[in-house]
């Protein structure tokens, strides 16, 4: 079942809302929103998301290095890289959980960490390792965040359910979501990601714990909410995803953006499919060396 969504100029509106629930990495925080309407119109050819030299370093250690990237409405980038590239960095740069070194990041055109607010209407966010709180079953958490968000009880079911049933989830959801397998959490947290028809989805390593069937819905889904206009924003280690599911792949490495570009212009430039750029950009070229130092 696709989702019947307009490609068009997209409206979000919040209303009347007082608190909206941002759930990351299994801590509720409520983040207080102006009283009355808050509206955002998002154009569909510019950027949702601008990066724009931004950094994050811990004292001398650069966990990322002046990153710069954009995604429009409709696009599937996907940010590649081998484990501690930077790639959860950078995204929880973007939902304002880390505070950068230096450089800007901008989503509908508000600063990732100084319109935080106005930021997390637009955003729908799936973290890498989901945990929840104690004693809430998967439909309390949908019913809260759907409450929290502005939303009407029985929209929140209405849209809950159909994605319940495309994840193989809706037979759990009254169970306790602390007691959910590591791929079961995934899936609830792509449901209240993708709960409020947000206008971009930033999804870190979104199909790890998934089984190969929950992992081919997940893929289709994500293609129809890109079809939609939805920009989806994702990290992952995995080249067949990137290769199925996304319009275009940057590869990051030791924090760096090392190649960008859509699948065809990446192979016809480097005469190199995905695989073989990937391994080219991100190898150590000298591994032996810094084995034998790290030994000393």
Known sequence: MGLNRPCTPAMFTVRNPELCM?????????????????????????????????????????????????????????????????????????MGMLVPSSGQANIGGYDCFTQRKEVMTLVGYQPDEPTFQDHLTGWDLIRFSGDLRGMRPQDTVDLATPLAERLDLYKDLNEYATNYSKGMRKKLAAILAMLHSPKILLLDEPTNGLDPYATRDFHELIQEYAQAGTAVFLSTHLLDQAQRCCSRVGIINKGVLAAEGDLESLRSHANQNLEEIFFSVTSDPHPHQEDSQSEE
Do not use: C, W
Not at 36 to 49: A, E
């Open 22 to 94: 941002h759930l990351m990495l299994g801590t509720l925080r409520l983040l207080t929103l102006p009283s009355g309407h808050i509206s955002v119109t998002i154009n569909q050819t510019n950027p949702i998301l601008q990066i724009t030299n931004l950094s994050k370093a811990y004292g001398a250690f650069d966990a990322l290095k002046s990153l710069n990237l954009s995604v429009i409405p409709g696009e599937v980038y996907a940010l590649l890289g081998p484990n501690g590239a930077g790639k959860t960095t950078a995204i929880k740069l973007l």
